[in-house]
């Protein structure tokens, strides 16, 4: 390098650089900011969606039509539970590959025009239920890459009016899927395209009654969670909240110090029974908002009056069952 004639050393040079590194870390130690999660995200990983902000609830969802349409007894209380803002999913039953980008557009631009924050999960991967259970479906694996590329680019339209959950179960269930490899290639695919749109990211890490928390930070790590804003639990699961926090917390003790969490309290309130497709005497959790510490936010991921599955005489999986959101409802005391 010359400035006018002078020519600075290499060494010089790197000395600079170092000094110049040692005292942007120590003044971020000085403001309370942990330097091994600024240099360990990107700028969207690095913030949280939560702190300060509504949750936008779509205005079309399942729940909002079923309400409108609701009467007889359970009329008011579906209405109240309607009115909780819910996650969006995307699947590629409702979204395909020519639809998915305008939909996740005007996702975040409706979020941006509340100045509020949406979450979305994506739920479209290649064997979705590969356990067999009622969820089955996805796509090829190059249709998904290009579905999620889609998605992530129509999310970018309003990045930071976003937050998004990544394929629920798809980690967990993972030794049970015919391609674990292409399962985890395609999550960090998924991790990768949501990054470079600027949203922030949640990659699902199951529940507490399900993989140990040494085997799930192993496969968090290997879909690049030290690149995410962290993990999410409870997706569609009834666990109680101190068994969760007290999973979350674990995991995220064996991760990178700058990864946080979030939680679906949507169906928790009673805690589990040890059955999941749609157990009775179940209650609904604590209501959305911002979260303390590590955990960005306590959320109604799965809607909690979509069904589990046919199972007790419910409708399809992932269908607005009127009766099953008013029974959530009066067994938490509403």
Not at 254 to 273: E, K
Not at 293 to 322: F, V
């Amino acid at each position: 390098m010359r400035v006018r004639g002078l020519s600075i050393p290499p060494r010089a040079i790197a000395v600079t650089s170092i000094v110049v590194i040692v005292t942007f870390v120590a003044a971020l130690v000085m403001f309370g900011v942990d330097p091994r999660g600024w240099f360990g995200r990107s700028g969207a990983q690095r913030h949280d969606p939560f702190a300060g902000a509504e949750l936008y609830g779509a205005p079309d969802s399942l729940a909002h039509k079923a309400a409108d349409a609701a009467t007889g007894p359970d009329a008011e209380i579906v209405r109240r539970v309607a009115e909780v803002p819910t996650a969006i999913w995307l699947t590629p039953e409702e979204s395909g590959l020519d639809a998915v980008e305008h939909r996740a557009a005007t996702i975040a631009e409706g979020a941006a025009e509340e100045n509020a924050v949406a979450v979305v999960v994506l739920y479209g991967i290649t064997d979705r239920d590969c356990a067999g259970g009622h969820s089955g479906g996805g796509l090829e694996p190059g249709d998904y890459r290009t579905w999620v590329e889609r998605a992530a680019r129509g999310l970018g339209h309003e990045p930071r009016h976003v937050a998004a959950v990544v394929e629920p179960d798809a980690l967990a269930m993972v030794d049970e899927c015919p391609d674990p490899e292409t399962r985890f290639d395609l999550l960090d695919d998924a991790r990768s395209a949501l990054d470079s749109a600027g949203v922030t990211t949640y990659l699902d890490a199951g529940h507490s009654d399900w993989v140990a928390v040494e085997t799930m930070a192993d496969r968090l790590r290997r879909i690049g969670i030290d690149e995410a804003r962290g993990f999410s639990v409870n997706v569609a699961a009834y666990n109680g909240e101190a068994d969760e926090i007290d999973y979350a917390e674990r995991l995220a003790d064996l991760l990178d110090d700058g990864v946080h969490y979030v939680m679906d309290t949507g169906r928790n309130g009673a805690g589990a029974s040890g059955e999941w497709c749609n157990p009775p005497g179940r209650a609904l959790g604590q209501r959305p908002g911002a979260g303390e510490g590590r955990l960005d936010a306590r959320l109604w991921i799965k809607p909690p009056g979509e069904s589990d599955g046919t199972c007790r005489g419910g409708p399809p999986a992932g269908t607005w069952w009127n009766e099953r959101a008013a029974e959530l409802a009066r067994q938490a005391g509403w």
